[in-house]
C-alpha cells in the first residue's frame, strides 16, 4: 500500500481515539471509522502507532483499550491532582497541565453574570478540546460519511428519553390544534426574543430593549453599525415568513431554506447574487480549523441528502436538532449558514404547535463552542446540551405567556353574526329565549350539524346578558329593559 494512503490511515486512527478520552476497543474503534478498514488492516494500524508511541494501550484481553497520548497524558494529570487532593497538597502548575477553565464545568462568562449549563461528561470533553489554541488542534475537512450514516428513524441525535421530557415541556395544554398556533399566540415576544437573540450569537450588540424599539417602532439604537440594525431586520422578516406563511409551501425544503437565506442575508453579502442560492467558492471558518467542502456539486448534492433525510425523521426535536448539526457542518451558502438553521429548526416546533426555541440567555461562547465540537470532531453531544438548555429556557417563557391568552372560541368565531342576529332578534321582539325559539331562528342562519350547539351557545349568552354587555349584539338599552319589562310581565300570568 503507498506510504500515503497508510499515514492518512494512522492519522485518521489517532484522530478517532483523540475524541473519545476513555480509549476504544478494538471493535469500538472499528465501528466509529463506519468499517472502512479491514480488521486486520486496523491490527497492524494499531500496532505501528503503539511501537511509535503515537497512541497507547490499557488493560488485557476483551478489556483492552487504547488511547491517544494526549488523552492518557490528561488522565495521568487527573490522577495526579487526585491524590495531591487527597494528601493535602496542591497540584503542580504548569504549561503542560493548565488550570481547569471555567467553561469546563459549564460556566460561562456573559455580560449579565455568569451562566451555568449542565454538560453531560462527553460534552465536557468536546468543550475542553475545543477551547484549546488553534494551533493544537488538529485541522479537519467535511466528513460525508457523518450524514450518509444517519439513517432517520433510527440514528438519534437525541436519546428517546429526553425526546419525551422535551415534549413534556413544549407541549401546550390545548391539543389538536392548527400546526403553528402555538407561535402564533406568542409572535411578538418570540419575533424580538429569536431576533435579538440569534443577532447576538453572531456577535451583535442591539439590547433586547433597542431591539423592541426597532421592530415595533423602527426606531434605530443610536452609536449602531447599520450591519447590526440590517441584521436584526432581516431576522424579523425571516420569522415572519416561518410563522405568518400558511400555504404550505413552508418546510424544510429548498424553497424555505433559499428564503430564509435571502432574507437573513439581504443587504449583507459581499456578493448580492449569493444571497438564496448554494455558494460557489471555498470559504474559511474563523476561530476554527475545520475547513469546508468546496467542490460545488458535492455541496448540492450533500444539501439536496440533507434535506431528504430531515424531512423523513417523524420526531420533531430530532429533526430540528439535525438541522442544527448539518446545516452549519456543511456551510451550504457563502455566509449566514448558522442563522438559517437556528431559524430553519424552529419549523419543524412550529409545525408540531411546540414552544418554539429562540435562544435566549444561551452564552455565544457556549453555542460556538458547540458547533466547534461538531466542526472539528463530528461530535454533537455538546451542541445537544446547549439544544436542551436554551429549549428548556424558552419553554419557562413562552408556556407562561401562551397558557395567559384566552383561547378563542373558533365556533363562535365563524357564526359570530349569527350570534349577534338571533340574540338581537329575540331581545327586539320581546321574546322568550325558549329552546324551540332558538332553534327557530338558528336553522336559517347555521348549517343544520351545528344547530344543537348554536342553541347552547345562544343560551349561555342569554344567561349572562346584562345592560354591560348588549352593545356586543347591537342592542340599544332602551330595548333591551323593554325585553326585560316583557319577560317580567309574562311571568306574573
Known sequence: MPKQVTENELQRIEDM??????????VELRNELSGSISRRTLSRRISDLLVAGRIHRRGEGRATRYLHGAALARQERQHVQREGRTSGALPAASASAPATRPEAAGQFETPDGVVTIDLSPVARDILEYVSKPAAARTPRGYERRVLDGYVPNQTAYIPD?????????????????????????????????????????????????????LIQFGQEAEGKDAKETQMILNHKAAIELLVKESSGDIGINAFTLFNLHSLLSENLMADPEASGRLRRRPVEIGGSVYTPPAIPQLIEECFRQILAKATAIGDPFERAFFVMVHLPYLQPFEDVNKRVSRLAANIPLIQADLCPLSFVDLPERAYISG???VYEMTRVELLRDMFVWAYERSCQKYVVIRDSVAEPDLFRMRYRNALIDVVGEIV????????????????????PHDVPRFVELVTQDFRRINEGNIARYRIRLTDYWAWLN????????
Do not use: C, M, Q
Not at 428 to 447: G, I, Q, S, Y
Not at 486 to 493: D, G, P, Q, W
Open 17 to 26: 481515539l483523540l475524541r473519545f478520552p476513555a480509549g476504544l476497543s478494538l
Open 161 to 213: 428519553k429526553l425526546k419525551v421530557h422535551l415534549h413534556k415541556i413544549g407541549k401546550p395544554i390545548v391539543a389538536e390544534r392548527a400546526a403553528g398556533t402555538f407561535a402564533r399566540d406568542i409572535l411578538n415576544r418570540f419575533l424580538i426574543d429569536l431576533s435579538w437573540a440569534s443577532s447576538r450569537l453572531e456577535g451583535n450588540t442591539y439590547s433586547r430593549l433597542d431591539t423592541e424599539r
Open 371 to 373: 458547533t466547534l465540537g
Open 428 to 447: 327586539r321582539e320581546r321574546k322568550r329565549p325558549t329552546e324551540d325559539e332558538v332553534r327557530a331562528l338558528a336553522e336559517r342562519l347555521v348549517e
Open 486 to 493: 316583557a319577560l317580567k310581565a309574562n311571568a306574573e300570568r
